[in-house]
Nanobody, 121 residues
Framework: QVQLVESGGGLVQAGDSLRLSCAAS????????MGWFRQAPGKEREFVGC???????YYADSVKDRFTISRDNAKSTVYLQMNSLKPEDTAVYYC???????????????WGQGTQVTVSS
């Protein structure tokens, strides 16, 4: 079993930065792909980005050049650095884990509970 716990969400102003963390426990995730998704009110959960076990990253066009995903396997933690935040980035952010790289929610088996990010204009 794998447990994922996100932290670092909060209320910020447009243009600010925020870093989310996702701490993993249980089965080792050293060789897992870690993904970040978000869900705004009334919308479907959408792909933000992911990082492979060897460090290659993939991003949605909407966050490319503003968001950066990194991982510290020694700490079993994945990070989502969000810069130049916009009101449209407001959502609950979820981390997820699975063996392979994927861009859909159905590609991931394990999920955290989510952390709220609110960006005011």
């Amino acid at each position: 079993q794998v447990q994922l716990v996100e932290s670092g969400g909060g209320l910020v102003q447009a243009g600010d930065s925020l870093r989310l963390s996702c701490a993993a426990s249980g089965r080792t995730l050293t060789t897992a792909t870690m993904g970040w998704f978000r869900q705004a009110p009334g919308k479907e959960r959408e792909f933000v980005g992911c990082i492979s076990w060897y460090g290659r990253t993939y991003y949605a066009d909407s966050v490319k050049d503003r968001f950066t995903i990194s991982r510290d396997n020694a700490k079993s933690t994945v990070y989502l650095q969000m810069n130049s935040l916009k009101p449209e980035d407001t959502a609950v952010y979820y981390c997820a884990a699975d063996r392979f790289i994927g861009y859909k929610t159905s590609d991931y088996e394990y999920w955290g509970q989510g952390t709220q990010v609110t960006v005011s204009s």
